[in-house]
């Protein structure tokens, strides 16, 4: 859709909005006047949204380097007087942790709300972690949205409860809500204010020993009357369908259990929570002194499960609690209408209708994650291992990191052999140059060097580490959608900015041996990987070259498109360029001669360098 009916879409207008575009709304909505983030799926759209309309909704908008310091900014953004919104992937919300921590000692003086969208089942991510805990952990209050139209209310409703309890809000979603689209009725947008004003307050706001033990007191506090809100507040609701049993949920769960219940005639009744922390504990135990049983349903942790037990034993109240602790639903991985149904049966003497499925004896074929055709990541790779190759070197560790290169897994490269988080790659290739005598070569993107990976860099020349890194500058964050990094003229809203160079900042930090080239230029490229290789101590080659989804951008409007195809008088299927190469443009026919598929070719050319034969010539 037209991202700019976010903005100008009017009161009692709806639009079809994805979970992530009615978050924009809702803030916009919400007055919001600061907004910054560290781009990560499943929350990059918010960030693609903002980046095109923060200007002309007077808002600011910034790609911070991390999330951490995405916290940071909004934290005082929101200290000075302006609403703020900071959003990141739920692994981001470990990188911020130590500012996080601290905004709930602080406080707020107007609204701040931090989204972190989750991912059940790790569609895009390292690991699947609930950060409903960090809530608890901060003590900083809880909204999980279930729906598009939810996010969007919650937003606005977080802004005003942030205010009113002088504390941030964290607002969880999962990549199933984050992702969902739905109908949003709209209401007014309420313009940014300008500028803030920061009045000093150093008891306030400088948590020194003597101002923190004052402030666990304050925090403590304020959750007390957050909880009385959770108690009280519309967006906790009951659905009454029966009483047979009692379901309490939340989140993305709510709708799977919605559809369970209704599909079913299911007679129970769902208390379900928008406002999970502090845990609303006198409405949930009401609701409990009305059913013998009832089932949690809830990702990814039993959360919620163990606050229900224990109101359950505090208050003495004769229900039976099901749920992950009692293997009624499964603990890990995203939820499903079957997956609860399955649960439900568990408890209930209810007929549950079997489902329909749509069968076909279509096997659907084997598609392994790949680097793109064009991509130079694939010619660095290359690059790199033929200069390996021909130092005869053995045994070589690739700590890898967080970004498309992590394919670099993948057969015939097979160059990512440990990783740890954003940022990582230097840190773990440190320690492997000191623990073994194996030579190091660590994989890093552009902006994950800017995000994280320049204190393993200070680390590695500050203890005199030995290893090759590699920083792969493709100049985009380009896994999440192209968001701008620091090595880019140009911030997250299209503005000139001043482009921050890796190799100066290489050599700034003391690397001697600091070179850049192209990966497009095979022959030069592995000419200096052989030197960097050589080199003993930290060595620094920056392979820069743009994303293949740049570069088509730019020749589809110069009209420049062109693509390979093999010559097969001088094809001597040696199978350098399918087996070496590995281009997903190529393939082998049923009578073994090798092909250039034109709709996938990228017109890179790179592969003429590749093959021995000469035997790939641009398409006529």
Known sequence: MNVTKILAGKKEDKLFLLGNEAAVRGALEGGVSFVSTYPGTPSSEIGDVFSK???????????????????????????AGLRSFVFMKHVGLNVAADSFMSTAYLGV????????????????????????????????????????????????????????????????????VSHMRGIVHLNDVIPPEGKGFFEKAPSRYVPVPANAVRMRKELLDKLAKAEKIADSTQVNKVYDFGDEFGIITSGGAFNYVMDVVKE???????????????????????????????????????????????IAG????????????????????????????????????????????????????????????GCPHR????????????LKLKDVIFPTDIGC??????????????????????????????????????FIGDSTFFHAGLPG??????????????????????????????????????????????EN???????????TVDPYSLAKAKEVFEEALKHDGVSVVISKHPCALITDTGRKKKNLLMTFTINQDKCTKCMVCVKDWTCPAFYVGKDDTVHIDPLICDGCGVCVQVCPGKAIEVRK
Do not use: W
């Open 457 to 502: 860099l200070v680390n590695a020349v500050h203890n005199k580490a030995n290893l090759l890194i590699v920083v792969m500058d493709n100049r985009t964050t380009a896994m999440t959608g192209r968001q701008p990094s620091p090595s880019e003229p140009v911030n997250g809203m299209g503005e000139t900015a001043p482009e921050i160079s890796i």
């Open 264 to 310: 079913n005639n299911i007679p129970a009744k769902i208390l379900k929570l928008a406002f999970t922390y502090p845990f609303p504990q006198q409405l949930v135990k009401e609701f409990l002194f009305t059913a013998k049983n009832v089932l949690i349903v809830e990702e990814v942790e039993p959360v919620m499960e163990k606050e229900v037990l224990a």
């Open 314 to 373: 505090k208050y003495k109240i004769p229900v039976d609690v099901y749920g992950k602790l009692t293997d009624t639903l499964p603990r890990i991985y995203e939820y499903s209408p079957d997956i609860v149904k399955n649960g439900i049966k568990k408890i209930s003497e209810h007929t549950i209708k079997k489902r329909r499925y749509l069968k076909t004896d279509i096997t659907l074929p084997i598609r392994p994650p790949i680097l793109c055709a």
């Open 379 to 390: 010619a660095t790779y290359f690059a790199v291992k033929e200069a390996i190759k021909k």
């Open 505 to 515: 900042s290489a050599k700034g930090i003391g690397v001697e041996f600091v070179k």
């Open 53 to 79: 309309l923060a200007r002309e909704a007077g808002v600011y908008f910034e790609y911070s380097t991390n999330e951490k310091v995405a916290v940071e900014v909004s934290a005082a953004a929101a200290a």
């Open 109 to 176: 003086k107007k609204g701040m709300i931090i989204l972190t969208a989750d991912d059940p089942s790790m569609y895009s991510s390292q690991n699947e972690q609930d950060n409903r805990i960090y809530a608890r952990i901060a003590g900083i209050p809880l909204l999980e949205p279930a729906d598009p139209q939810e996010v969007k209310d919650l937003m606005k409703f977080g802004f005003e409860l942030s205010e009113q309890i002088h504390l941030p809000v964290l607002m969880r979603t999962t990549t199933r």
């Open 405 to 442: 290169y992590t394919l670099g897994i993948q057969p015939p490269y097979e160059m990512a052999d440990y990783l740890l988080s954003m940022g990582s790659s230097i840190g773990t290739g440190t320690g492997f140059s000191y623990a073994t005598d194996q030579k190091i070569v660590s």
